[in-house]
Structure formats: C-alpha cells, structure tokens
C-alpha cells in the first residue's frame, strides 16, 4: 500500500498542502491515506508523522514529495528510513534533491546509502572538534565538560551539615540554591563524598 506523508511550516495560511497533496495523488496515493502536519521540521511533536509510522505495515511504501519534508536533519532521516527497511517498509522521494531515493529499488537504496554515509562523516566530524576542543581547552588549563553545581568550600560545609543531625536538608539546600538530588551527587545524607564530589574536589 503506498502512504503519502506532508508537512508545512507554517498553519497561518502563508502555505498550503495542494502542491504536496497534487503530487502524492498523482503518485497514486488514496486521499485517505496521507497523513500531514502542520509543524517546523525541528518540531519533535508531529502526531501526523507519528501517525504515519505507527500504522505503516510491512510492505507499505511511504512517499514524500520532498526530503526535507520528513526529517528534523540528517541524523534523524537515516535513522527513519532505516527504522522502516528494518520493518520492510520502502520510502520513495519525489521531488528536490534526494529525487533518487527509492529503497524499494537497487539504485535508490545505493542513494540512501550514501546519505546514510554522509551523515556517519557529519558525526564523526562533529565528534573529532569537539575532542579537539576539549582538548585544546585542556591545554589552557580549562576542563571541558558540565560545570559543578557546588563549589569546593560549598562541598566541604555539605559534608559538615550533613554530619550533623539537626541539620534541615530542605533549608540547606536552599540557602545555596541547589535541589536535594544535586546535592546527593556530590555527598551522601551521612556526609561521606560521592564520586562526583571527588571529582569535583580534584578539578
């Protein structure tokens, strides 16, 4: 069965679906079986994609019109279609760039593949500056990574209050501004430091 997918930008009237819509039919998509959002396509909520491929079977083919209209960016497009030839489901591009792309023939699966590769080298490059850059930082003497949420001497009048059986865990938390699971991390409710507190002690 052939299931068409269309998304917009914008639900203020500046776009429409037609275009889309005119080009799955053409395709030979039934009407009742296209789903559409009307959403960004860094949207994480779109109930119509999630929809879509909650009810594709296998066999089913999704078609889009273009690529941009199925993935928030790269990644997250192999990862789909990947997701939906594991499930045996095809997916077919129309237009734009990726016109190629259709896994239920050889030549469109080499296509994706390459997409697939591409995006393998993004987040490997991604990857490699920011090993550079946290080494880089190190070489200046600034530790890469999550700031602590205590300081040093904050650490060493936790594990003191918390020695002390009067002390309100509540009121000390909040005289310096942190939550009780932050302050868990770092010591335990009988004072002794946790790893992350050691960690901290060392930086």
């Known amino acids: 069965m052939l299931i ?3 998304r917009i930008s914008k639900a203020d009237g500046s776009q429409n679906m037609d275009l889309q819509k005119d080009a799955l039919l ?3 998509v039934h009407p009742d079986y296209i789903y559409e959002d ?12 999630k ?8 066999g089913d083919i999704l078609i889009v019109w273009k690529l941009d209209r199925l993935g928030r960016n790269l990644a997250h497009l192999v990862n789909t279609v990947q997701d939906l030839a594991t499930r045996e489901i095809g997916f077919k591009v129309l237009t734009g ?6 896994t239920t023939t050889a030549s469109g699966k080499m296509i994706f593949g390459i997409f697939a590769a591409l995006s393998e080298f993004e987040r490997e490059l991604i990857r490699e500056r ?8 190190r070489a200046r003497g600034r530790n890469g990574g999550r700031k602590f949420a205590l300081t040093k001497s904050q650490l ?11 002390t309100k865990i509540s ?3 909040k005289e310096i501004g942190i939550t009780r699971s932050t302050l868990y991390r770092y010591i335990s409710p009988e004072g002794e430091i946790r790893p992350h507190g050691h960690k901290l002690l060392k930086s």
Do not use: H, V
């Open 4 to 6: 068409g997918y269309t």
């Open 26 to 28: 053409q395709e030979g």
């Open 38 to 49: 009307m959403a960004s396509g860094k949207n994480d909520d779109r109930p119509g994609l």
């Open 51 to 58: 929809s879509c491929l909650k009810n594709l079977r296998a």
């Open 97 to 102: 760039q990726g016109a190629n792309i259709d």
């Open 130 to 137: 920011t090993m550079a850059g946290l080494e880089a930082a």
């Open 156 to 166: 060493r009048l936790a594990q003191a209050s918390m020695s002390n059986r009067d």
């Open 171 to 173: 009121e000390f938390c």
